[in-house]
């Protein structure tokens, strides 16, 4: 699992804790997508409908280190169905949707139920199902039955024993469906139950999309119970923010270094070799984050004195540093955290930490070891920490010519006194996570190996994989409003366009993709963030089938983020520098481009025009009405329209209002033939293309509020430098 300080994205992608030297912070920001209430309060009457099983259900510590995981146990009725289940109305028909749900065998002889069903029919009408063994492995998936189509079903490990159950499914026209979260016995649902198989269960969420992204919770109307899409900011004084960002600066060349402790978890590389008295075990252990990366701290046989590991540190005097170290109770409960009064290895001060209780057992100089603490981080596990100033007194932290102090982490049978004690070659501790930094707080953990960190961030796509752990000038992209997103193409993302091939891939999960002009046969340029269109060969991007509801409603909006780089020619009927169009001509549909106020190549500045007059409709609106022509050559904009069903259409640029116009829509209807494929970047033929750059296209399904338009300019401003 992925630690419980975040930054999530609409897209789903994950921006893990790490040091940011600038955020600006939005505390209404965040992405809000599970469309179950109450996600995993499966315990509590009226949230979820409990059949066959005992309530009240006993609480645990869940994938995410919190005690809200839910025992499933199973009743002794006869012949029935062990299971919670609830009902839910997706909101798009025809449209692909991901259920997920954690659980953890326990009892080891029961299989865990995954469904979602039609309601109205029992599931006669559609139904898909992931079904575990008993060791939680998957065992099978049924699906695309009925109306539903295109399914499938998996399970993850997530570590501690957890599991993710997944199925990915297109609910058709089904409107209204049941989630079932069940127990079986050996592959049968309906059995007599005996009082006592059980199994952890956690965390279900449905999301629009083909992916199972980061669980977010819910109270009531699937509105979050927790502050979702935030992360924490840690300034180079060590102050902490935690919030919501909207986009995050980083440069790796200002801030603190934070982690000094290099190989900070890779106890067995040689940069640890001072180890006395004990040894670190060969077998790898659940660390906190979820890896098999923790290692055991052991007393050797025949120790008669304490054993540790240790190792130097590059201190200056008179500087506060912190250590922290993460650890678990095995064989012996009590970790120590010690320092070395020289280079003799002669220990001075000390910490000793109960992992049992989890409390500060004892100190042996209050004024010296400075904020003492322990906090629990689940399953068992607490992150140790101590500060000290760094001099060069006696019982204070060794420092020698270069400068530099020894610390050590020992395992302790009792409240640790120095006194010696006999190891056994087994006996010890679990450890992992080591962070020596400048301060007096413990700051989120940063894993090292070769060198001291900087600042950083971890970047993990929506597929719960590391894409790239680095160092980010920008981070930037959040979509602040979601709400009737239908369409979300993002050049700058990975999982909208890879870097290479010829499929744009719509991120919303409803399959608006994108390939090259078929009638062109060219593909535009990539840069990593955009894609370039020369407006000469016909490189335009479209979608490769015409029959998509998602983005067929009366009422929309259209956002695009474009820059131009040469202006074509300015022509009546919307036809120049095209962004994007959809039309059956005469029919349905539009032109989205831009006009110059001279109708010359080189004019520098071009006004937006959206025109649906020879599209079917009688819908024009365009700021060269007010003479006003806002987007400039080679500078990024944001143009937005919406449209509000009936006949009111407004136009914003950067975010702010420009014009209003009054005139009829008519969504493209699915004619045969290529008349209605929808091409970003150019027409099919005809008309002129836009020469220039576009990063972003969205359709929502409703009129975006001008507030709405605002959040979404502020949300990528600073990836386009404005």
């Given at each position: 699992?992925?630690?419980?300080?975040?930054?999530?994205?609409?897209?789903?992608?994950?921006?893990?804790?790490?040091?940011?030297?600038?955020?600006?912070?939005?505390?209404?920001?965040?992405?809000?997508?599970?469309?179950?209430?109450?996600?995993?309060?499966?315990?509590?009457?009226?949230?979820?409908?409990?059949?066959?099983?005992?309530?009240?259900?006993?609480?645990?510590?869940?994938?995410?280190?919190?005690?809200?995981?839910?025992?499933?146990?199973?009743?002794?009725?006869?012949?029935?169905?062990?299971?919670?289940?609830?009902?839910?109305?997706?909101?798009?028909?025809?449209?692909?949707?991901?259920?997920?749900?954690?659980?953890?065998?326990?009892?080891?002889?029961?299989?865990?139920?995954?469904?979602?069903?039609?309601?109205?029919?029992?599931?006669?009408?559609?139904?898909?199902?992931?079904?575990s063994n008993n060791n939680g492995?998957?065992?099978?998936?049924?699906?695309?039955?009925?109306?539903?189509?295109?399914?499938?079903?998996?399970?993850?490990?997530?570590?501690?024993?957890?599991?993710?159950?997944?199925?990915?499914?297109?609910?058709?026209?089904?409107?209204?469906?049941?989630?079932?979260?069940?127990?079986?016995?050996?592959?049968?649902?309906?059995?007599?139950?005996?009082?006592?198989?059980?199994?952890?269960?956690?965390?279900?969420?449905?999301?629009?999309?083909?992916?199972?992204?980061?669980?977010?919770?819910t109270d009531a109307n699937a509105?979050?119970?927790?502050?979702?899409?935030?992360?924490?900011?840690?300034?180079?004084?060590?102050?902490?923010?935690?919030?919501?960002?909207?986009?995050?600066?980083?440069?790796?060349?200002?801030?603190?270094?934070?982690?000094?402790?290099?190989?900070?978890?890779?106890?067995?590389?040689?940069?640890?070799?001072?180890?006395?008295?004990?040894?670190?075990?060969?077998?790898?252990?659940?660390?906190?984050?979820?890896?098999?990366?923790?290692?055991?701290?052991?007393?050797?046989?025949?120790?008669?004195?304490?054993?540790?590991?240790?190792?130097?540190?590059?201190?200056?005097?008179?500087?506060?540093?912190?250590?922290?170290?993460?650890?678990?109770?095995?064989?012996?409960?009590?970790?120590?955290?010690?320092?070395?009064?020289?280079?003799?290895?002669?220990?001075?001060?000390?910490?000793?930490?109960?992992?049992?209780?989890?409390?500060?057992?004892?100190?042996?100089?209050?004024?010296?070891?400075?904020?003492?603490?322990?906090?629990?981080?689940?399953?068992?596990?607490?992150?140790?920490?101590?500060?000290?100033?760094?001099?060069?007194?006696?019982?204070?932290?060794?420092?020698?010519?270069?400068?530099?102090?020894?610390?050590?982490?020992?395992?302790?049978?009792?409240?640790?006194?120095?006194?010696?004690?006999?190891?056994?070659?087994?006996?010890?501790?679990?450890?992992?996570?080591?962070?020596?930094?400048?301060?007096?707080?413990?700051?989120?953990?940063?894993?090292?190996?070769?060198?001291?960190?900087?600042?950083?961030?971890?970047?993990?796509?929506?597929?719960?994989?590391?894409?790239?752990?680095?160092?980010?000038?920008?981070?930037?992209?959040?979509?602040?409003?979601?709400?009737?997103?239908?369409?979300?193409?993002?050049?700058?993302?990975?999982?909208?366009?890879?870097?290479?091939?010829?499929?744009?891939?719509?991120?919303?999960?409803?399959?608006?993709?994108?390939?090259?002009?078929?009638?062109?046969?060219?593909?535009?340029?990539?840069?990593?963030?955009?894609?370039?269109?020369?407006?000469?060969?016909?490189?335009?991007?479209?979608?490769?089938?015409?029959?998509?509801?998602?983005?067929?409603?009366q009422a929309f909006s259209i956002?695009?983020?474009?820059?131009?780089?040469?202006?074509?020619?300015?022509?009546?009927?919307?036809?120049?520098?095209?962004?994007?169009?959809?039309?059956?001509?005469?029919?349905?549909?539009?032109?989205?481009?831009?006009?110059?106020?001279?109708?010359?190549?080189?004019?520098?500045?071009?006004?937006?025009?959206?025109?649906?007059?020879?599209?079917?409709?009688?819908?024009?609106?365009?700021?060269?009405?007010?003479?006003?022509?806002?987007?400039?050559?080679?500078?990024?904009?944001?143009?937005?329209?919406?449209?509000?069903?009936?006949?009111?259409?407004?136009?914003?640029?950067?975010?702010?209002?420009?014009?209003?116009?009054?005139?009829?829509?008519?969504?493209?209807?699915?004619?045969?033939?290529?008349?209605?494929?929808?091409?970003?970047?150019?027409?099919?033929?005809?008309?002129?293309?836009?020469?220039?750059?576009?990063?972003?296209?969205?359709?929502?399904?409703?009129?975006?509020?001008?507030?709405?338009?605002?959040?979404?300019?502020?949300?990528?401003?600073?990836?386009?430098?404005?």
């Amino acid at each position: 699992m992925a630690v419980p300080v975040t930054r999530l994205t609409n897209t789903g992608t994950l921006y893990t804790t790490g040091q940011f030297d600038e955020a600006t912070l939005d505390l209404n920001s965040g992405y809000q997508k599970n469309l179950i209430s109450y996600s995993h309060q499966f315990n509590i009457s009226g949230y979820w409908v409990a059949s066959g099983v005992l309530q009240p259900a006993p609480l645990g510590v869940a994938p995410d280190g919190s005690n809200t995981a839910v025992l499933m146990t199973e009743n002794t009725d006869q012949n029935t169905a062990h299971w919670y289940y609830k009902n839910i109305s997706p909101e798009i028909p025809y449209a692909t949707y991901t259920l997920s749900c954690y659980f953890k065998p326990v009892s080891g002889d029961r299989n865990f139920f995954l469904q979602i069903l039609d309601a109205a029919t029992g599931g006669a009408g559609g139904y898909s199902s992931v079904i575990s063994n008993n060791n939680g492995t998957l065992n099978s998936y049924q699906g695309a039955i009925g109306d539903f189509s295109n399914g499938s079903g998996t399970i993850v490990p997530v570590g501690n024993g957890w599991f993710r159950a997944i199925i990915t499914q297109n609910l058709g026209k089904v409107a209204n469906n049941t989630i079932r979260i069940a127990l079986f016995n050996n592959g049968a649902q309906y059995y007599n139950g005996n009082g006592v198989s059980c199994m952890w269960i956690w965390g279900a969420q449905l999301e629009a999309g083909s992916v199972a992204t980061d669980y977010e919770p819910t109270d009531a109307n699937a509105f979050v119970s927790v502050p979702q899409g935030f992360t924490t900011r840690t300034d180079a004084t060590g102050v902490t923010t935690i919030g919501s960002f909207d986009e995050v600066a980083i440069n790796p060349n200002s801030g603190t270094t934070v982690n000094l402790a290099t190989y900070s978890q890779q106890f067995t590389n040689p940069v640890w070799n001072n180890i006395t008295r004990a040894e670190i075990g060969a077998t790898n252990y659940i660390a906190p984050d979820g890896t098999a990366t923790a290692s055991k701290l052991i007393d050797i046989p025949g120790n008669t004195s304490t054993g540790y590991l240790r190792r130097y540190y590059p201190f200056q005097n008179n500087v506060t540093y912190t250590y922290s170290v993460y650890g678990k109770a095995q064989e012996i409960s009590n970790l120590v955290i010690l320092n070395f009064t020289d280079s003799n290895a002669f220990f001075g001060d000390y910490v000793n930490f109960n992992l049992l209780t989890g409390t500060v057992a004892s100190n042996s100089a209050p004024t010296r070891m400075i904020n003492p603490t322990i906090i629990p981080v689940g399953n068992g596990w607490y992150r140790c920490s101590v500060a000290q100033t760094v001099g060069g007194t006696s019982y204070g932290l060794y420092s020698g010519p270069a400068n530099g102090g020894i610390i050590a982490v020992a395992p302790s049978i009792d409240s640790y006194s120095g006194s010696s004690e006999h190891g056994d070659g087994v006996s010890g501790i679990l450890i992992w996570g080591v962070q020596v930094e400048v301060g007096t707080t413990a700051t989120n953990y940063i894993p090292m190996t070769s060198v001291p960190s900087a600042p950083y961030v971890q970047r993990i796509d929506n597929t719960g994989l590391h894409r790239v752990a680095g160092q980010y000038d920008e981070v930037t992209g959040i979509v602040a409003t979601t709400n009737g997103l239908a369409m979300n193409i993002d050049f700058a993302f990975p999982q909208c366009y890879p870097g290479s091939g010829y499929i744009v891939t719509d991120m919303t999960g409803n399959g608006v993709n994108f390939t090259y002009n078929n009638q062109a046969n060219q593909f535009p340029l990539y840069d990593g963030t955009s894609f370039y269109f020369n407006g000469v060969n016909f490189q335009a991007l479209c979608t490769n089938t015409i029959s998509y509801p998602v983005i067929e409603t009366q009422a929309f909006s259209i956002e695009v983020w474009i820059n131009p780089t040469i202006l074509n020619t300015q022509q009546t009927g919307g036809d120049g520098n095209i962004i994007a169009i959809r039309e059956n001509y005469a029919v349905s549909g539009f032109r989205f481009g831009l006009e110059t106020p001279n109708g010359l190549t080189t004019d520098t500045t071009a006004g937006p025009v959206f025109f649906c007059g020879e599209s079917g409709g009688t819908l024009t609106i365009r700021t060269s009405t007010n003479s006003s022509y806002p987007i400039s050559l080679g500078k990024w904009a944001q143009v937005v329209v919406t449209y509000d069903g009936i006949s009111t259409a407004n136009m914003y640029v950067n975010g702010a209002f420009a014009i209003s116009a009054q005139g009829g829509y008519r969504p493209p209807t699915r004619a045969t033939g290529n008349s209605n494929y929808f091409f970003i970047g150019g027409p099919e033929e005809g008309t002129k293309p836009m020469n220039g750059k576009i990063g972003v296209v969205r359709w929502y399904n409703r009129p975006l509020l001008a507030s709405e338009v605002v959040d979404n300019f502020n949300g990528l401003r600073h990836r386009y430098g404005l």
